[in-house]
């Protein structure tokens, strides 16, 4: 299997399987003199961590990270910092229930990458998935906490805006509650609705899809390149590497088909230190492939979770057809630990198109 890396000269690889021993990631280009502890990458795996509420999945994995190579002591400071060399990670895997997928070993679940794997490869590692499980996210979000070090005047945030029908109510758009539930919801009232419902699709042993959103503050304008090196090309393809995600969309997205022309323009003007200022970002900060210096705005669709307990057509490995009911543990809305991961990933583009801006313009 290929295609495992991701980015250009911030480029990540990741390995490892859903009930392997471990997961990995190696990191290349990070530039030197970084400080960078493991403490810091750890703060934001824990927000992706499994188990953390009766809405996720009961899988209890403490996710601690390991920095295998890559940093060393400042030779002045003592401070630990990146030597501009691959930065290998570790997570161990600790809590596998690999029984639990005894009964799917030769049946195909409906909505998951079993049939089309056995079709490429002609082999799949049935426990949890192996590589196709989002368990490989978390190598992306410990990756994305070292992207978040090099473009530290970028600040990469996300939110659940929608679950399964339910969107927000974007008038109560407050970040500080983003982290002040389990949903990680910009808005209060709808939190409180979202765990009623989510904890009847729970009761029920179904799933339900959701939308994310990610936003980066601090974008300087020029980042990116045409014609096949734009920036909302790479962030496209960054979220739709993610797990269940079906939908990506950049500023208005697909509501831009429904506006006119002078809707839709975001007119400039200069503002009072005599820079370029937008009326409004219809466009998600990218125009032409290039970072207007606006906040960038990507949206992405994650699809409900294909495991359920309501048995589903389908068939074997041999062509017989059966009924398939997935046992097992479960996020019942996988989009809730999916917005720590959109931003690492936002992160990695950011940080990758940071140090190609340097190399093909210069500066710092």
């Known amino acids: 299997m290929s295609h495992n890396s991701f980015g250009h000269l911030f480029r990540i690889t990741t390995w490892g399987e859903s009930h392997g021993p471990a997961i990995g990631c190696v990191v290349d280009g990070c530039p030197s003199l970084i400080g960078l502890t493991k403490e810091e990458i750890q703060k934001d795996l824990d927000r992706r961590r499994p188990g953390q509420s009766r809405f996720t999945t009961q899988r209890q994995e403490a996710d601690q990270v390991e920095i295998l190579s890559g940093v060393f002591a400042h030779p002045q400071t003592g401070e630990q910092v990146t030597t501009g060399t691959s930065i290998g ?13 005894g009964g799917i070993a030769e049946r195909y679940r409906p909505g998951h990458a079993d049939f089309t794997y056995d079709a490429k490869y002609g082999i799949r590692d049935y426990r949890g998935g192996g590589r196709s499980s989002a368990r490989e996210t978390a190598m992306r979000v410990a990756a994305g906490a070292i992207a978040r070090k090099v473009i530290p005047h970028i600040t990469v945030r996300a939110a659940l805006v929608q679950m399964g029908p339910h969107k927000i109510n974007r008038a109560n758009w407050d970040w500080e509650e983003v982290n002040n539930n389990p949903f990680f919801c910009p808005d209060k009232e709808a939190a409180a609705e979202w765990a009623t419902y989510l904890g009847g ?22 980042l990116g390149a045409p014609i096949y090196a734009k920036l909302d090309q790479d962030i496209a393809s960054a979220m739709m590497s993610i797990n269940a995600v079906k939908g990506v969309e950049i500023g208005d997205g697909f509501a831009t088909a429904a506006l006119s022309g002078e809707e839709n323009a975001d007119e400039i003007r200069i503002g009072p230190d005599g820079q370029a200022v ?31 307990l309501t048995p589903k057509k ?30 690492a990933m936002l992160a990695l583009v950011l940080a990758d198109h940071t ?3 340097r190399a093909q313009m210069g500066g710092q």
């Open 89 to 101: 990670l570790l997570i161990q895997n600790t809590d596998q229930r690999s029984k639990d997928y």
């Open 201 to 222: 699709v729970r009761k029920s042993g179904s799933s339900i899809g959701a939308v994310v959103e990610v936003v980066a503050s601090g974008v300087p304008a020029g």
């Open 355 to 357: 140090l190609l801006h």
């Open 278 to 308: 937008f009326s409004t970002n219809h466009a998600g900060g990218i125009l032409g492939g290039i970072s207007s210096g606006q906040d960038v705005v990507v949206r992405f669709a994650i699809k409900p979770t294909s495991s359920i």
């Open 314 to 343: 389908s068939i074997t490995r041999s062509g017989e057809e059966v009924d398939v009911m997935t046992k097992g543990r479960h996020d019942p809305c996988v989009g809730i630990r999916a917005v720590p991961v959109g931003e």
